[in-house]
């Protein structure tokens, strides 16, 4: 009965954990400040690539939203950065390193604050304070980039999708592949679906070999004996798209059949293939010269298509079924008995054809053409997919960039900017929001610096002549980076764009990411459920709910 | 208490079973309890409270300064500082908000009973003393009302009135918030006002974006696409159903017998006919959206042939939700739906919020019976702690709808009635002075926090704040943003009366609940060998055979 001696109260549950207070504010910020450090050294266009090795698949990758998501990061402070990256990666998709950086920045700035006893609600509010006039500041300076003609919104664009690709993997080739992209975009409908963007990698062949299908263009499936009697080049076919399995097989699992004689087995065994054949006859008599399908289309299907000079192909992913479906104008059909003769699609030319040791099924000159696909070439898997991924970041921007067409200037100018703006502003407050504001100004310049570190310039030097630049006023007000000198440029005039969009949310989500870790004093953690068996103490019913 | 004689209580009871007693003894440790539990709470309280990361035993992260929540995935286990955590969740379950209120006052009143014991005061004395004090202060709380919401349809005066309720988890954000919660909540109010249900303002949250983007629309909104090729239509009909959109299954497991070569080449083809039949004729309803938990790939084919929208909703909830946005009967069966069966909808379409796809059910009239607010933000743990606060504020419309009469907030009220209760403690000869002035005491407990939580010198603010209560500014609270004092009523800080006499009664019930007690015995857990790594606790020295 020892435990009458011991006058522990026991407040809580066994095994869980609490700490409270400023330690635990701080030791947040320096996780959070961990995470920071590894995305650092991978900012703009000097910026060093992560090799991250997971299992048995590498990553190579310079993508802050990509990097955090493979770090399996589990401390819970540090987890609102990947939050962050990826809201950032979702309503932009570029800007996710800087997002992160931004945010680091902040909290270490203010982590001095905490030390000296400055109360954090104090800090979130200036810092709050502080982003509403960044963002005011940037909407106010942003740019018009709409264009008169279609030409010169076309060249604005490309633009800023080549601002995108400047700090990637393919930066050498951004000029081929922002207009590669540009294009790509500006081919979509109205709602710039980016599930109408398809990107297929071919491996083999060199960069520049990666081709843009105005169109829609997918790896050949899976075929069967038969498949290289049917022609390969068709000038305006019709298409049928079909979501049926044509081979034979069993037409119900929970059928039965019972025969009495050696006959009407024979007629079963005839009724079956008289089904297939119906369907196959039914499809021919549309009049399709190209039949896909998401399903199988087994041996008989394809020597029977053959014979009759059609192509097809089965097993057809969801997406590029999707994809052709908007690029021809066909819906997909689920069965093949009265099929209108508008559920069929049309375009000006297919092929198939080869890139490296891969074959692809073109279709082009759609006629609803609302679609277009990029097909990668290049060296290694790796090497293709980060590819891919800075595709990926430029056609975010581009769309983006054609919803809010509005841009500032990149390599660090904005940032140098919004921080001159937000020190003259701070001259103005009286009292502690005058430090946090000014905090939040310093903060801001880390974006600058770490572009000179990561080139390998004295970004002290360089920092300091931005500052005087935008001293001067509105003549300096775009001057940031010049990444390939190591002084300072006019960015602007240099076309480092980017969309006003991409910095006023990396602002707005880096200052919430901030405020949300400023704000927690105290972490309790409760042991995991699977231990507490059942009946466990002071566990009724009522608490089980959430 | 070191020597409990081996023969006594425990030798009745099982074995291991745990036996406090002596009022010195079970009223301390109690509460100790619920002080400890009030030390993790008051941080929180007030514009400027600190938020906890909690983890819960599911592993999912909470970060938010609402009390309820916070107590609710702390699994409180002690069972006196679990009677203050009911009080908490029945204000939360009743008010929607002041739960911080309800654990900060009850603790304080537990460790004022303390001092109470220590001055020898018997358990009773105080039990009645708290029990006067709380009536005394009820009617004076009621007297306090300085203003009311003349209309609750009137969107300015409800946002004003919200604004606390989403300040004290939201400071910096809440005239955003108590602009769009008013506005959502205004629009679905119904003629009976006190119909109101808080169910008829959803909160849809999306990823991405700032807080200051979310917005309120007239409708419901489903985080997902559509299922076909429709993605927009305008004056839809709608035809529900909960069955799901395909051929007909059998329950009972069976085959199909047949008989005849020619059975068995019509028997698919029959089965799509009949399917066929079955979408056709909801189509010449007029219907031209089918909204059901799941669809067939033949289902959907012909529902694309008949140009009819397609759209998978698998939650019974949500299915519950459209069905009172448009009007629509949900059907069992999927069968025709009779013209009084199908909703409306002014325009059902699909979305892109940030780069998430979202199918939104708008109502431009004023029909709709549900209004969503779509909150933006850039992490989950803020998106969360945003839908507890328009939880919150929602809940006080409710009970704005009820009682319209508003008090100060920013603790006037809280001074101005301590105030009242020293004066009324004087009056009286009887032991219970000291429990009034001690309740008194604990009430001022509240705006010290805020004042403590704001960074400012509590000690020196709350000597100025008494002293303009003594002067007659019954109207000064704490003003959390410079620390310093102001007038709640001009700076639009108001609370909901009904909530602050809710709390009130709630907390003194639990207080004088715990201090009734005066033993404590704790059963040994029921049940068969636990694994080891848990139990090893303190009430479990031998093996759990």
Known sequence: ?546 | MSYAPMGGLSALLKDGTKHVTAADDAVMRNIDACKQLGAIVRTSIGPNGMNKMVTNRLGKLFVTSDAATIVRELEVVHPAAKLLVMAAETQDREVGDGTGFVITFGAQLMSNAALLIKMGLHTAEIIQGYGRAAAFAMTELEAMSIKSVTDPADREQVAVALRSAIASKLFGMEDFLAGLVAEACVSVLPKNQSMFSVENVRVAKVHGGSLNTSSVVKGSVLIHDVEGTIKHLKNAKIAMYTCDVDAEQTETKGTVLLNSAEEFANYNRSEEDALEKRIKDIANTGANVIVGPKFGDMALHFIERYKMMAIRVPSKFDLRRIARTTGAVVLAKLVPPSPEEIGACDSVGVEEIGSTKCTIFRQDSSSSRIATIIVRASTENLLDDVERAIDDAVNVYKNLTRDQRLVCGAGATEMELARLLYKYAETLPSLDQYSIKKYAAALEEIPRCFAENSGGNATELMNTLQAVHADGDAQMGVDVENAGIMNAAEKNVYDLLSAKLMAIRLTTDAVTTILRIDQIVMSKEAGGPKPRDMMAGDYNDETAA
């Open chain 1, 1 to 546: 009965m020892s435990h009458f001696l011991a006058p522990q109260i026991v407040l809580l549950k066994n095994g869980t954990d609490t700490s409270q207070g400023k330690g635990q504010l701080i030791s947040n910020m320096n996780a959070c400040q961990a995470v920071g450090e590894i995305l650092r050294t991978t900012l703009g266009p000097h910026g060093m690539d992560k090799l991250i090795h997971e299992g048995r698949q590498v990553t190579i990758s310079n993508d802050g939203a990509t990097i955090l998501k493979l770090l399996n990061i589990v401390h819970p402070a540090a987890k609102t950065l990947v939050d962050i990256s990826r809201s950032q990666d979702d309503e932009v998709g570029d800007g996710t390193t800087s997002v992160t950086i931004l945010a680091c920045e902040f909290m270490r700035n203010s982590k001095e604050f905490v030390e000296e006893g400055m109360h954090p609600r104090v800090i979130i509010k200036g810092y709050r304070a502080a982003a509403d006039l960044a963002l005011a500041r940037i909407k106010e300076l942003a740019v018009d980039i709409t264009g008169n003609s279609e030409s010169e919104r076309r060249g604005m664009l490309i633009k800023c999708a080549s601002t995108a690709l400047n700090s990637k993997l393919i930066s050498h080739h951004k000029g081929f592949f922002s207009e590669m992209v540009t294009d790509a975009v500006l081919s979509l409908d109205d709602d710039l679906d980016l599930a109408m963007v398809g990107v297929k990698k071919a491996s083999g062949g060199a960069v520049n070999d990666s081709l843009l299908v105005e169109g829609v263009a997918f790896k050949k499936t899976f075929s069967y004996a038969g498949f290289e009697q049917q022609p390969k080049k068709f000038l305006n076919p019709k298409i049928l798209l079909l979501n049926v399995e044509l081979e034979l097989k069993a037409e119900k699992e929970n059928a039965e059949v019972r025969v009495k004689s050696t006959k009407e087995y024979q007629d079963i065994v005839d009724a079956e293939w008289k089904i297939i054949y119906d369907k196959l006859d039914k499809i021919v008599q549309t009049g399709a010269k190209i039949v896909l399908s998401r399903l199988a289309i087994g041996d008989l299907a394809t020597q029977y298509f053959a014979d009759r000079d059609i192509f097809c192909a089965g097993r057809v992913p969801q997406e590029d079924m999707n994809r052709v479906s908007r690029a021809v104008g066909g819906a997909v059909q689920s069965s093949v008995v009265n099929i209108p003769a508008d559920a069929l699609g049309a375009c000006g030319l297919f092929e198939e054809k080869s890139f490296g040791n891969e074959r692809f099924n073109l279709f082009k000159e759609c006629s609803h053409a609302k679609t277009a696909s990029i097909i990668i070439r290049g060296g290694s898997e790796q090497f293709m997919e980060e590819t891919e991924r800075s595709l990926h970041d430029s056609i975010m921007i581009v769309r983006r960039a054609i919803k809010y067409p509005s841009a500032v200037a990149g390599g660090g100018a904005i940032e140098m900017e919004l921080s001159r703006y937000l020190r003259d502003q701070a001259k103005q407050i009286q009292g502690k929001q005058q430090l946090v504001m000014n905090a939040f100004a310093k903060s801001l310049e880390v974006i600058p610096r770490v572009l000179c570190d990561n080139a390998g310039f004295d970004s002290t030097d360089v920092l300091y002549k931005l500052r005087a630049r935008h001293a001067e006023g509105d003549a300096g007000r775009w001057f940031g980076v010049d990444i390939t000198t190591g002084g300072v440029c006019d960015t602007w005039e240099k076309f480092v764009w980017e969309p006003a969009l991409v910095r006023l949310n990396a602002i707005a989500a880096a200052t919430e990411a901030t405020c949300l870790i400023l704000s927690i004093d105290e972490t309790i953690t409760n042991p995991k459920y699977e231990a507490a068996a059942p009946g466990a103490p002071g566990m009724p019913g009522g608490m089980m709910g959430m």
